[in-house]
């Protein structure tokens, strides 16, 4: 009878896993229940300073936020934040 011959089983392979690395911070201006009434302030804000502002729907809950902005840094969220809450009276 031959002998088996034995192979050795490969090591499996770990796999890395991605890091999520949030690197775009905005300013929430408001939120409403109706995208009607996101539209306005949206709308609004643009027309009286120079931001761009983005309709985004809030996780799990019927709302429509209205965000300034897509920064990579918390520090110009902060001076975006400032600045609206002093020259155009967004609250915090």
Do not use: C, H, W
Not at 6 to 34: D, N
Not at 58 to 76: E, I, W
């Amino acid at each position: 009878a031959a002998a088996a011959t034995v192979q050795p089983i490969a090591k499996p392979v770990q796999l890395q896993a991605t890091p999520i690395v949030r690197t775009r911070f905005g300013v929430q201006v408001a939120a409403f229940k109706t995208r009607q009434r996101a539209e306005i302030v949206k709308r609004d804000l643009e027309a009286k300073s120079s931001y761009m502002a983005y309709l985004v729907p809030a996780n799990n809950r019927p709302l429509v936020k209205v965000v300034v902005g897509s920064y990579a840094d918390r520090q110009s969220v902060d001076k975006v934040r400032d600045d609206l809450r002093q020259n155009f009276g967004y609250a915090d």
